[in-house]
């Protein structure tokens, strides 16, 4: 509860930021702390540096840009939850960042941070690999965009760079296809036990095409591509046949909350659910 | 507030209530919301050093080296102290004496050994808190691992690893209790109900960690001890043995205190220790537990097996009670944990007429955190046990749980009612309760609902729980440390009033409820009543705010204290008016004679005595009085609450639907403070039904042991609840007042596990541990629809299918047949 000594920068701007980064091996980036602090304190985390992205303008907005919606890196949960923009162009999103932690942690954690941190069982993961989002990063050495698709590589991996920092994530619009992010919540961290975010497009009685992602169950969450295939071009009949190949091929989680077992259940449960509202919501 | 004056308070002119009863807000509350009151953790004194410790990984190990030399050459640090280091300090203590208990040494570094993770082996002194824990984190210990018990079955075993080798056992004592003819009462039966229960170890996470601040003057040969604890004197007494100096040298002071739960009603390692250190060092010295240490080293609550044996008649009459418990003591007795267990047994027959009883009880040392006293103490496993019995015989039985329970109330003319414990219930209305809980929880209509529910494949279920408990604790003779309590009421010249009261409260509200108290007796605002408390130097020896006694106990000695008073108010009174001070009546702020031809106001009559220009012969001036206040008796509020709840059929997630509780706690004087402590204490005892549970594994680690992994109660996760009392003054003390500190914890967890159970006893389900998590509740609705596979049973409706097939599932997911 008490950390280790650590430097504490407060850059005003991104390019000071980076300087930082890369003049400083172990610095760690400050964006929220949600993440960060609490291993910090335990000491499972003892940065030399702390660089505070907080005070640097130009990272917290949310704003349409022809088809996509552009979310600064520094914006807070809560904003992402509550964002008119978001309810009418991507919900799934605002859903996923509504049921983030509880209203502290959503109104100082953001989704740069979020995403950076990679936590297993992170809602945001979720969220952007089920929209495809893009996230965009820069370094010294210029911005570069990453396919929230092949950004998560592991367990608090990512395929961030140390000398990186996430300044926006891009999301399309998704008027027109049915989407839903649904969740079982730890009673104690507010994090998912399990999380299903889906967005699929009907034409008629069939799914033209589905796009599926899971949190909380394997060491990062990923694309539901067993469930995806199941779906595309079947009639909405399947999706209950479909759900239950949530955790296909996925080493599930196990700890003393909840078994594997029992986890690979709420994922298939859970993926069910989270397609028949989805559905319903766009009035079949 | 309708007082039942039988006891005391005799003589004195009785005036009409106007602040008891009234919901008054708190007079604490504004400092406490503002943030601009003191807990221990804020005080800083001029050249205070701050303290850390380094803790025991191991669960359980012969330390071979301590290296300190590393944390010895920080800048900054000014001690590193092990248990070598330690002469002159005493043990921690155990207040608890029994026969045939084994009572082993518990230093307060651990000298050879460890026995559990989370023991302190070396204390870092240093200039500041970040250096000391620097410095404690760059202490080196060598540790030789020895084999690790968590379990007491295991701990019992002949090969087990033994965790105090001088009793060759991990047995620390045996405690019997019979009463009754218990063979007779067996072989008469015509059914007999099985069932183990396991009542889990839980983290009491008072709002505020522990913390002490000790300071030395040695001129003046004066230590003071700011401590967050429960009970001051019984600490002052205790660390003047410790640290080995005169009580009267030593002033203990607890500050605001945020919350205790029981994990404060203690003496510590870290209590005996931080004022010696400064004493040796002749500097202030203030250690602050963090949350992780506060999960690993303040006491834990509960922990025992349960099994359990219920003999009763096919109509229902309960015949005779058989209970074999074991009790996890931890690696160390702290300063009431082998008395826990026995107040179990002493409640273990709850609010029912039992003729025979056999309970046998073992503590069992394990490599683990000592449990205490936390939030019931011991009554909350009886009523646990006692409930979940009740429901499964019923449900045996085929009998709705409500009938079986009224079936075997003792009527309310046979109180005061002796149990087969030993114990005299004061007063009840039993029926009353449960005829209120019914009625408001809407009982044939949430079983209307449960029954249309299960033939469309939902599990809707509805617990009850009638409990007694155990309160103002409580008569000397039952306590290891006096169960009386001090109260000082003292006016001063302005006519402004000092209440001071041993009951140092931890958020209870004394300074309101007290105040009103005694406002009503004077004739009084209460805003003019000051309550103070938590400062040894200040107010009268006294025992503590713990066991639901603050106001049944040191409400009384203030308010008898008011008494004597009033006794010699009214001699002055009379003397100046010229009157026989028989006749002298307390009004709002005067003082009349006989038909209040003459009066004095309160004021004048105050300073009057004070001038003491004009006093009666004799006279003593000032107005200052002190009570020792003895009970006759415990108390023994009781009531009776209605959960009903909604299982997930597919995940087994529980939600809980409504909530209904009825209490009762005698006499109230806040309604809100009453109703405040009800609503805590249900979210509380529902949080071990369903979240809570500390875990340690087979290595003696806790796994969950931080706030993202202890599910502690949240507001966003429990339901409305709607509370109605009953009032049943007791005769134990003269204000008729009961305790209410612990009924809701006591009654819920029962009432919400007896409503899941209930859910799914139409599939077969006879029992499952706690907490109710989803997963564990989910596996049993597998098991017992893969046993309903096995023999099918087609023409079952939900009634006669009931509890044929008995599944129960504990910790292990075992499953047992009835």
Not at chain 1, 205 to 220: C, E, F, Q
Not at chain 2, 501 to 518: C, D, K, N, V, Y
Not at chain 2, 549 to 574: E, I
Request: aromatic share 6%; glycine share 8%.
């Amino acid at each position: 509860m008490i950390p280790a000594n650590f430097d504490y920068e407060s850059p005003r701007t991104l390019s000071e930021a980076l300087d930082l980064l890369a003049s400083r091996q172990d610095a760690k980036i400050l964006a929220g702390g949600h993440s960060l602090l609490p291993a910090m304190k335990l000491r499972l985390a003892a940065p030399s540096v702390v660089v505070d992205l907080g005070r640097i303008a130009g990272l917290n907005h949310i704003r349409e840009s022809g088809d996509r919606i552009v979310i600064g890196a520094m914006t807070p949960h809560a904003d992402v939850a509550s964002s008119k923009i978001l309810h009418v162009a991507c919900p799934l999103l605002a859903q996923a960042a509504s049921q983030i932690g509880d209203v502290q942690v959503r109104n100082r954690g953001t989704i740069g941070g979020s995403l950076a941190a990679a936590h297993p069982a992170a809602d945001y993961p979720a969220a952007v690999l089920a929209l495809d989002a893009e996230i965009m990063a820069v370094s010294r050495s210029g911005e570069r965009s990453l396919p929230a698709t092949k950004f998560f590589t592991g367990m608090f991996t990512t395929e961030l760079r140390p000398d990186e920092i996430i300044t926006e994530v891009r999301v399309p619009r998704t008027e027109g296809a049915s989407v839903a992010y649904k969740k079982f919540h730890h009673p104690a961290s507010g994090y998912a036990v399990v999380g299903v975010a889906v967005r699929i497009k009907k034409a008629g009685t069939r799914i033209d095409s589905a796009a599926i992602s899971i949190t909380g169950v394997g060491h990062i969450a990923y694309r539901a591509t067993a469930v995806e295939n199941a779906l595309r071009g079947k009639p909405l009949g399947v999706i209950a046949e479909a759900a239950a190949h949530a955790a296909e091929g996925v080493e599930v989680l196990s700890d003393y909350y909840a078994s594997a077992e029992y986890r690979r259940h709420l994922a298939t449960v859970f993926t069910r659910r989270a397609l028949e509202q989805a559905l319903e919501a766009s009035g079949k | 507030m309708a007082r039942n004056g039988k006891a005391n308070g005799k003589g004195n002119a009785k005036l009409a209530a106007v602040w008891v009863g009234k919901k008054l807000k708190r007079k604490e509350d504004p400092r406490l919301i503002q943030g601009t009151s003191h807990y221990t953790d804020d005080l800083k004194l001029p050249r205070m050093l701050f303290c850390a410790f380094t803790r025991s990984p191991m669960a359980h190990a012969e330390i071979r080296a301590i290296r300190t030399d590393a944390a010895r050459a920080l800048p900054g640090v000014v001690g590193v102290f092990t248990a070598h280091d330690l002469t002159g300090l005493g043990m921690v203590p155990c207040a608890i004496q029994m026969p045939g208990l084994n009572l082993p040494p518990h230093p307060v570094l651990a000298t050879e050994r460890v026995r559990y993770v989370g023991e302190p082996v070396a204390a870092v002194v240093a200039e500041n808190l970040y250096t000391a824990r620097d410095a404690a984190e760059a202490i080196e210990v060598d540790y030789e691992p020895l084999p690790v018990v968590v379990n007491m079955e295991k701990a019992l075993e002949k090969d087990s690893p033994v965790i105090h080798q001088q009793f060759r056992t991990n047995r620390a004592f045996t405690h019997a209790l019979k009463n009754g003819d218990i063979q007779s009462a067996f072989k008469k039966a015509d059914r007999v109900v099985k069932q183990r229960v396991i009542n889990q170890r839980l983290a009491p996470v008072a709002m505020e960690p522990r913390a002490v601040l000790g300071e030395y003057l040695p001129g003046e040969n004066r230590l003071t001890v700011w401590s967050a604890t429960q009970i001051p004197h019984l600490l002052r007494t205790q660390i003047s043995v410790m640290v080995g100096l005169p009580e009267t040298a030593v002033r203990v002071i607890a500050p605001e205190v945020g919350g205790g739960f029981g994990s404060k009603l203690n003496v510590y390692a870290e209590e005996g220790l931080v004022p010696w250190l400064a004493m040796k060092l002749g500097r202030p010295i203030k250690w602050a537990e963090t949350r992780r240490e506060n999960i690993t080293s303040t006491i834990h609550g509960r922990d025992t097996i349960n099994d359990l044996e219920l003999a009763l008649k096919k109509d229902g009459r309960i015949l005779g009670l058989r209970v074999r418990i074991l009790a996890d003591m931890g690696a160390y007795h702290q300063l009431l944990t082998p008395l826990i267990p026995q107040l179990t047994a002493l409640m273990q027959a709850g609010c029912y007429k039992i003729p025979a009883i056999d309970i046998e009880i073992q503590g069992v040392f394990t490599n683990k955190m000592s449990t205490d006293a936390y939030r019931g103490a011991g009554r909350p496993e009886a009523t646990y046990n006692i409930e979940r019995i009740m429901d499964v015989a019923a449900h045996e039985l085929g009998m709705d749980p409500v009938e079986l329970r009224i079936k075997n109330f003792p009527q309310a003319k046979e109180f005061p009612f002796t149990t087969v414990t030993g114990l005299v219930y004061d007063s009840a209305k039993y029926q009353e309760s449960i005829k209120r809980a019914l009625r408001l929880s809407g009982y044939d209509s949430l079983r209307r609902r449960q029954k249309s529910g299960w033939k469309n494949g939902k599990y809707y279920g509805v617990g009850v729980s009638t409990y007694v408990e155990i309160c103002a604790i409580g008569p000397s003779a039952a306590t290891p440390a006096g169960g009386w309590e001090s109260g000082t009421v003292r006016i001063e010249p302005t006519g402004k009033v000092t209440v001071l009261t041993g009951a140092s409260p931890h958020g209870q509200g004394q300074e309101t409820t007290f105040a009103q108290l005694i406002a009503d007796e004077l004739g009084i605002h209460p805003e003019d009543v000051n309550v103070v408390h938590g400062d040894t130097l200040a107010v009268p020896y006294g025992i503590g705010t713990f066991g639901s006694r603050a106001t049944a106990v040191g409400g009384t000695a203030a308010y008898l204290a008011t008494q004597k008073l009033k006794t010699k108010m009214a001699r002055l009174a009379a003397h100046l008016l010229g009157a026989k001070p028989a006749d002298i009546s307390f009004g709002r702020g005067r003082l009349s004679g006989k038909g209040s031809k003459k009066s004095i106001s309160f004021g004048e009559l105050v300073m009057a005595a004070y001038t003491a220009r004009n006093i009666p012969a004799g006279f003593e001036p000032g107005l200052e009085a002190t009570h020792f206040f003895e009970p006759s008796n415990f108390t023994f509020p009781f009531g009776a609450h209605i959960a009903s709840v909604e299982v997930d059929g597919e995940t087994g997630e529980v939600k809980i639907d409504k909530y209904v509780a009825v209490d009762d706690c005698g006499n109230v004087i806040n309604p809100m403070l009453v109703d405040g402590q009800i609503h805590g204490g249900i979210a509380q005892g529902m949080g071990q039904a369903m979240w809570e549970e500390l875990i340690y594994n087979e290595e003696g680690q806790i796994v969950n042991g931080t706030m993202m992994d202890y599910a502690l109660p949240k507001a966003h996760l429990l339901p409305e609840f709607t509370l109605d009392r009953t009032v049943t003054p007791t005769p134990v003390n003269p204000m008729g007042v009961k305790g209410v500190g612990e009924a809701g914890t006591i009654a819920s967890t029962p009432c919400v596990v007896n409503a899941v159970c209930d859910a799914l006893s139409v599939l077969g389900v006879k029992h499952i541990d706690m907490p109710l998590k989803p997963e564990r509740v989910w596996r049993a609705m597998q098991q017992a629809q893969a046993s309903a596979q096995l023999e099918p049973q087609p023409n079952d409706t939900p009634s006669s299918s009931r509890a044929k097939r008995g599944i129960s599932v504990s910790e292990k997911a075992a499953r047992s047949k009835a």
